[in-house]
C-alpha cells in the first residue's frame, strides 16, 4: 500500500537555524508531491508542490523542497527558521490517482 | 483563485442529533470533492471522495451511514453527520479538485469546521 512516512514528529529549534524536515514515500510511479502547514488553530496552507521539472521546489515564506527520485524523499527546507514558523507540517503525496496521502505531520517549535 | 469555503466553522451540538456540513468551491467547478478528519495532534484521514451528480466513494471504515455526502452541483458538497455522538468530535475538512485548470491533481482545502458534540 502507498504510504507517506515523516519521521520527525517533533522538532525544536532556535531561532536563525536551520531547518530540514523528512518526507518519504512509497511508491514506484509518477507523483505529485506536496508540503502544508497548518498554524496553531488555523487550517492547512500550501507551502510548495511539484509535479514536474526542476526538483529543486520554492515556496512562500522561504521554504523550498527537494524531490530525490532515487530515494523517494521530498525533503523540506529552511536556512534561518523565525519564531513565526512554529506550527505543524505535512508532507503529502498524490500517486496514481487524484487522491492525496499525507504523512503523520511534524510539529515544529522555534524558541524565540 | 483556488478558494474553498465551509460552513459553519465551528458548531457544538447535542449527541443524537444530526450536523451538516457546507463545501463550497467558490471560483471554480470542482467535479470532485474530499472530506478528511483530523484528530487533535494527528494527520488527516481520508473519509469519502464526493463526485458531482453520484454516489460518494468511502474510505475502509468510515460509516457511510453515518457520514451522509451529497454533491448535488458542482460547487457545493455537503457532509452530514448522522446521529453524532461524542467520539464524532473532530475537525472536518473539505478539498476540492478543479478538473479543469492546470494543477488538475491538485486539491484545494476548505479552512475546515470544528465539530463538538456533547
Known amino acids: 500500500a502507498q504510504s507517506v512516512s515523516q519521521h520527525n514528529h517533533h522538532v525544536i529549534l532556535s531561532e536563525a537555524a536551520s531547518l530540514e524536515l523528512g518526507c518519504n514515500y512509497s511508491y514506484g510511479g509518477t507523483v505529485n508531491l506536496f508540503w502544508y502547514v497548518q498554524y496553531p488553530g488555523q487550517h492547512l496552507q500550501l507551502l510548495l508542490k511539484?509535479?514536474?521539472?526542476?526538483?529543486l521546489v520554492k515556496g512562500i515564506k522561504g521554504f523550498e523542497a527537494e524531490f530525490i527520485k532515487s530515494k523517494f524523499s521530498f525533503n523540506l527546507r529552511k536556512p534561518s527558521v523565525q519564531w513565526s514558523d512554529t506550527a505543524e507540517y505535512f508532507c503529502a503525496v498524490n500517486a496514481g490517482t487524484y487522491k492525496y496521502i499525507f504523512g503523520t505531520g511534524t510539529r515544529l517549535k522555534v524558541l524565540a | 483563485g483556488a478558494v474553498v469555503s465551509q460552513h459553519p466553522s465551528r458548531v457544538i451540538c447535542k449527541s443524537g442529533t444530526s450536523v451538516k456540513i457546507e463545501c463550497r468551491s467558490l471560483d471554480f467547478q470542482a467535479t470532485t470533492m474530499f472530506w478528511y478528519r483530523q484528530f487533535p495532534k494527528q494527520s488527516l484521514m481520508l473519509m469519502a471522495t464526493?463526485?458531482?451528480?453520484?454516489?460518494?466513494?468511502?474510505e475502509q471504515g468510515v460509516e457511510k451511514d453515518k457520514f451522509l455526502i451529497n454533491h448535488a452541483s458542482l460547487t457545493l458538497s455537503t457532509l452530514t453527520v448522522t446521529s453524532a455522538h461524542p467520539e464524532d468530535s473532530s475537525f472536518y475538512i473539505c478539498s476540492a479538485r478543479d478538473r479543469t485548470g492546470a494543477s488538475y491533481n491538485e486539491q484545494f482545502f476548505g479552512p475546515g469546521t470544528r465539530l463538538t458534540v456533547l
Open positions: 511539484y509535479f514536474s521539472g526542476d526538483p
Open positions: 464526493s463526485n458531482e451528480g453520484s454516489k460518494a466513494t468511502y
